[in-house]
C-alpha cells in the first residue's frame, strides 16, 4: 500500500481554504447579482413553462429578456382578469439565492404594446410545496412595466432561496399582458433548505419601545411558537449591527436584524435548540453563527453548543455530539462570529442547542462550511450553468458600499498573503500526489503475496450466486488439485465480512452446519440454465454438482457502483456493435441536467433527451410521446475506465436489452459509436419510492384540510402488487436482483413503479450500505442471512429483500430497517440468533400494515429458503388486497 493517502492531503488542503474563507461570512445579497441565463440561453427553453399561452409564438420560450424571437414575449391566453392567477416559470437547475428580477413587456420592434405593470413571485425550493414572496414590510406586489420596452430591475429584498421560481401578473382591470424576464442572483452552494427554531421573543425596557426579536421573513409555519420547515432572516445575508436596537433596513422595527431569546422564558433548562435540514448528505466542517455579545444590555454569545448529527431524515439521531466551548468576552461588546468545527461529521440534518451565558441571546446569520460545498469566490459567483458549460458573468450594477457598512480594516493584505501561502501549499501537494501515484504504480507492479490468504471461490451449478465485488483475480501457479485449473477464467477474489470468517476453521466455529464440508465450494456462480432448481444450504454445500465454466455474472450496475444483477448463463467472449439491439441516439441531443451518483468506473446522470420520442417512434415505452424532451438516466462509462469495465459495460446493455416489462425500468437507446459509451434509460419525474413516501402521510381528513401530502393505504397496496409484478418478471428470466429496496424503485406521475438499480451509486442512500474492509458495500439490512454470512443471492434471497421493502412501504419509508441495530449488530443477528435456537430479532409490524400482509412479510425472512413464498406467490396473494 503506498505510504500517502491522497485523499487525506486533499481534506487537508481544504480545510485550509475554508479557515482562510472563514471571515467572509456567506452569501453578500449586494454582490450576489449576477444574470442566471433568460436572456443568454443557459436557461434552456424545456426549464420554461408556463400555466398559458395566447398563441405557440407566445408560449413561455419567448419570455427571455432582451430577446425578439417568437411574437416577442410570453403572453397568457386572454385577457388578464384581477382575480388571475397566470404565470410564467423557471427551473433554475438548482438551490440559487435569487436577488434581483427584471422585466420588460412586449416590444417586438415596436409592433407589441403589452405589458405587466405589476407582478407577484412564487417560489419552491422542492417544485412541490409553494410559498409566496413578501418584502420586509409585508407586500407582496412588486411594482412592474410602465411601456412595453424599457427594462425594470427590481431588488428582492428579502432575498429568495429557492429552485423554482413563478413570475405572476397583476392587474386591476382586465386587460392583455405580455412579459420578458431576466433572474439575478448566485448559487445557494450551502445547501441549507430549512431550520427550525423557537419563536423570536420581545424585549421590554422602562422608558424605551419594545424591541422585537421575531423571524419576520420565515417562509416555514409558526406552529406552539416553534418555527420549522423553512428560511428566514438567518440565511438572508444581512448582518446584525453590534448595537441590536438598530437595524441596516429602513422603516423597521427595533431589534428587526436579529432573532433573540430570553433565558428565563424558554423552560429549556439554559438553551435554544434549533435544527437544520441539508438538500443532501454532507461532511461538515465547521458551523459559523453571528452572535450579538452588547453584555451591557445582557446580550452575549452564547456559552457552549452541543450538535448531534443524523445521516437521513429518517434515521434516527447518532448518540455522539459535537460539543464547543465559547470564549467569552467581556470587553469587546462587538457583534462577532463565532466559528463552531464540526469535525468533518456526515449529516443531512444537524440539531444543535445553543446555552445560554446571559439573559439574552441574540444571531442574525447562521452559515456551514462542508467539504462537499463548492467555495465561494470573491468576486465571481458561478452561475448555475449545466456541467458542461463554461460561462463567464458580468454584474447587472456596481454597488458601492452604503455608509452603514464597516470601513475597511486594512486586512486585505494578510488576506492576500495567505492566499498566496495557499497557492503555493497547492502546488506542493499536487507534486506529492503525482509523486506518490507513480511510487503506487512501482509497487503494484510487486508480486501481490496478500492474495493466498484470499478466499477464492468457484461457481457451481447451483441457482444461487456468489456475487463479487472486485474484478476477476487470475489463477496462480502451484496451486493443487483441487484449486481452479489455469484456463478457467471464472475465479474471483471474495471478501467475506470480517478477517475471521477467511479461515475455514473460524468458519466452521461460526456455522456448524458447515463444518463436514468448509472447504468445498461455496454454491456459487449464475444459472447454467434456466430450469436450475433451488438449493438449500445443506443441499448446496454438501453435493458434488458439476461446475459450468460458461456461467457468467454481468454487472448490471458494475461501472457506475457496486451491485450487479446475478444473471443466466451468456456466451459473450466479444461483444460489437451488432450485438446491440438498442438504437443510435444522437449525443448531442442529450442535455445533462444532475449528477445521480457514481461509481468506480461510470456516473448516472439525469438528462433531458431532445425530440426522444419521435426518435423512438410507434411502440415507444414513454408514457407522453407530445413533449419534445423527456428526462431520462444516463449511465455513462469514464474515459479512465478499464477494457474490463468497458466490456461488461457492453454485456449490461446487452442485457438490459432484454428486459421488456410494465414494472422494470427499459433501456431506450444507447450512444456507444464513440466515447463515452452511454446508456439511456427511462426515469420517473417523481423520483424514487423512498423520497416520495418519505415526504407524505397517510390520508386522513386532516390531510385533506391542511394539503399535506398523502398517500391512501390503497395506493401502498398497488405499489406492492407492482413491486412484486416486476420481480416476478425478473424471476422468470432467472435474473438476480440482490438490491431489491425501495430506494431502487422510481415512480411516474400516475403512481406506476418501475425497479430500477440506481440507488446503491447515490451518496443520498450511502448509509444503507455496510463497507466491507473498505472495498465493497452492502445492503445488509435487505439481505437474507445466507447473503450475509454465505455470499449466496438467490431469487429466494430477492423475496427476503421484498419482505423489507413491503415493511419499508407500509412505514412510509420514515424509518431505516432495524434502525435500533448498528451495522454489526445486524450481521450478529443473523448468526448468532439463528443458531440460537432461531431466537432472530425481527422487524415490527408496521401500524397501517393489515396482519395478513404482515404474516406475508415474515414468510418471507423464513430461515429455511424452500419455506419462503416465490414472487408468482407473492404476487397472487397480494392482487386480491388492492380490489378490496
Not at 9 to 36: S, W
Not at 662 to 674: D, E, G, W
Request: charged share 20%; with cysteine; hydrophobic share 35%.
Amino acid at each position: 500500500m503506498c505510504w500517502c493517502d491522497r485523499w487525506t492531503i486533499m481534506h487537508l488542503f481544504l480545510l485550509l481554504i475554508l479557515q482562510a474563507t472563514a471571515a467572509l461570512g456567506q452569501i453578500d445579497p449586494a454582490h450576489c447579482r449576477y444574470a442566471l441565463g433568460m436572456e443568454d440561453n443557459r436557461i434552456k427553453d424545456e426549464a420554461i413553462t408556463a400555466s398559458s399561452q395566447w398563441y405557440e409564438t407566445t408560449g413561455p420560450q419567448y419570455g427571455r429578456f432582451n430577446s425578439e424571437e417568437g411574437d416577442g414575449a410570453w403572453c397568457p391566453k386572454g385577457q388578464l382578469e384581477p382575480s388571475d392567477t397566470q404565470y410564467l416559470q423557471v427551473d433554475l437547475g438548482r438551490l440559487t439565492f435569487l436577488t434581483v428580477v427584471g422585466t420588460q413587456g412586449r416590444y417586438a420592434r415596436n409592433s407589441g404594446n403589452e405589458y405587466a405593470r405589476a407582478y407577484r413571485l412564487n417560489y419552491s425550493r422542492d417544485g412541490v410545496l409553494w410559498k409566496s414572496w413578501r418584502n420586509r414590510l409585508g407586500n407582496a406586489v412588486i411594482e412592474g412595466n410602465k411601456n412595453a420596452y424599457q427594462s425594470v430591475i427590481n431588488d428582492i429584498h428579502p432575498p429568495i432561496i429557492t429552485r423554482y421560481i413563478r413570475v405572476i401578473p397583476v392587474t386591476k382591470l382586465s386587460t392583455t399582458v405580455c412579459m420578458r424576464v431576466e433572474l439575478y442572483g448566485c448559487l445557494w452552494d450551502e445547501g441549507l433548505i430549512s431550520y427550525s427554531a423557537p419563536e423570536g421573543q420581545l424585549m421590554q425596557q422602562p422608558g424605551h419601545p419594545i424591541a422585537n426579536f421575531s423571524d419576520s421573513t420565515y417562509d416555514g409555519v409558526n406552529e406552539r411558537r416553534r418555527l420549522s420547515g423553512g428560511l428566514g432572516q438567518l440565511t438572508d445575508g444581512v448582518i446584525g449591527l453590534d448595537n441590536f436596537l438598530q437595524a441596516r433596513q429602513y422603516h423597521v422595527w427595533r431589534g428587526y436584524d436579529y432573532l433573540g431569546w430570553r433565558n428565563d422564558s424558554l423552560g429549556t433548562q439554559g438553551h435554544v435548540e434549533m435544527e437544520f435540514v441539508f438538500d443532501r448528505q454532507r461532511n461538515f466542517t465547521s458551523m459559523k453563527v453571528h452572535s450579538n455579545n452588547m453584555f451591557s444590555q445582557g446580550v452575549k454569545i452564547f456559552s457552549s453548543v452541543s450538535c448531534w448529527f443524523k445521516p437521513r431524515l429518517i434515521a434516527a439521531w447518532e448518540p455522539e455530539p459535537v460539543t464547543f466551548m465559547t470564549v467569552l468576552d467581556d470587553r469587546n461588546p462587538s457583534a462577532r462570529y463565532v466559528t463552531v468545527p464540526l469535525n468533518r461529521r456526515t449529516a443531512k440534518s444537524l440539531r444543535c442547542r445553543f446555552y445560554f451565558a446571559d439573559v439574552w441571546m441574540m444571531f442574525s446569520e447562521v452559515s456551514f462550511q462542508s467539504e462537499d460545498t463548492v467555495l465561494p469566490t470573491l468576486l465571481v459567483p458561478s452561475p448555475p450553468a449545466s456541467e458542461e458549460t463554461t460561462v463567464t458573468t458580468t454584474p447587472i450594477t456596481t454597488v458601492t458600499p452604503s455608509a452603514s457598512e464597516p470601513p475597511d480594516d486594512g486586512n486585505t493584505p494578510i488576506l492576500i498573503g495567505c492566499l498566496v501561502t495557499i497557492i503555493l501549499l497547492l502546488i506542493i501537494i499536487i507534486f506529492l500526489i503525482l509523486w506518490c501515484q507513480c511510487v503506487c504504480k512501482v509497487l503494484e507492479k510487486a508480486p501481490r503475496r496478500i492474495l493466498d490468504e484470499d478466499v477464492t471461490v468457484r461457481l457451481s451449478s447451483c441457482s444461487d450466486t456468489i456475487i463479487l465485488q472486485t474484478p476477476p483475480v487470475p489463477p496462480r501457479s502451484g496451486r493443487s488439485a483441487t484449486g481452479p485449473a489455469n484456463s478457467d477464467p471464472h475465479y474471483e477474489r471474495v471478501f467475506l465480512l470480517d478477517p475471521q470468517y477467511q479461515n475455514p476453521a473460524v468458519l466452521r466455529n461460526k456455522l456448524p452446519e458447515l463444518s463436514q464440508s468448509a472447504e468445498a465450494s461455496a454454491c456459487g456462480g449464475g444459472y447454467a440454465e434456466p430450469d436450475v432448481t433451488q438449493c438449500t444450504p445443506h443441499q448446496c454445500f454438501h453435493s458434488n454438482a458439476p461446475h459450468y465454466a460458461e456461467t457468467d455474472i454481468v454487472r448490471l450496475q458494475g461501472v457506475t457502483g457496486s451491485n450487479m444483477y446475478a444473471v443466466p448463463a451468456l456466451t459473450v467472449d466479444s461483444l460489437t456493435r451488432k450485438d446491440i439491439s438498442a438504437a443510435e441516439f444522437p449525443r448531442q441531443q442529450l442535455i445533462f441536467r444532475e449528477k445521480l451518483g457514481e461509481g468506480q468506473f461510470g456516473e448516472v446522470h439525469l438528462c433531458e433527451a431532445e425530440g426522444l420520442p419521435e426518435f423512438l417512434g410507434e411502440g415507444s415505452p414513454l408514457p407522453d410521446r407530445d413533449c419534445l424532451s423527456v428526462l431520462v438516466a444516463v449511465k455513462q462509462l469514464r474515459a479512465d475506465a478499464t477494457n474490463q469495465a468497458r466490456n461488461d459495460f457492453l454485456k449490461e446493455i446487452k442485457i438490459m436489452s432484454r428486459l421488456n416489462d410494465p414494472n422494470i425500468i427499459r433501456l431506450l437507446c444507447v450512444c456507444v459509436t464513440s466515447d463515452p459509451l452511454c446508456m439511456v434509460t427511462e426515469y420517473m419525474e417523481n423520483g424514487d419510492l423512498n423520497m416520495f413516501l418519505s415526504q407524505r402521510e397517510i390520508e386522513s381528513t386532516l390531510t385533506h384540510a391542511n394539503n399535506i401530502p398523502s398517500v391512501s393505504l390503497s395506493d401502498l397496496l398497488h405499489m406492492s402488487v407492482q413491486i412484486a409484478s416486476g420481480m416476478k418478471y425478473l424471476a422468470s428470466l432467472n435474473f438476480v436482483h440482490r438490491d431489491l429496496a425501495t430506494r431502487n424503485c422510481l415512480l411516474d406521475r400516475r403512481l406506476t413503479i418501475k425497479i430500477a438499480d440506481f440507488g446503491m451509486s447515490r451518496n443520498l442512500y450511502s448509509s444503507d450500505y455496510y463497507r466491507i474492509q473498505g472495498r465493497a458495500v452492502l445492503p445488509i439490512r435487505w439481505m437474507a442471512w445466507e447473503s450475509i454470512l454465505l455470499g449466496k443471492f438467490t431469487t429466494a434471497s430477492d423475496v427476503w429483500a421484498f419482505g423489507v421493502t413491503l415493511w419499508e412501504i407500509f412505514t412510509l419509508c420514515k424509518e431505516q430497517p432495524y434502525s435500533l441495530l448498528s451495522d454489526e449488530q445486524v450481521i450478529e443477528n443473523t448468526g448468532e440468533f439463528f443458531r440460537n435456537q432461531g431466537r432472530q430479532i425481527f422487524l415490527y409490524a408496521p401500524p397501517l400494515c393489515p396482519p395478513s400482509l404482515f404474516e406475508l412479510m415474515m414468510r418471507c425472512w423464513r430461515r429455511d429458503i424452500p419455506d419462503r413464498p416465490t414472487f408468482e406467490g407473492l404476487y397472487q396473494a397480494l392482487r386480491p388486497h388492492v380490489n378490496q
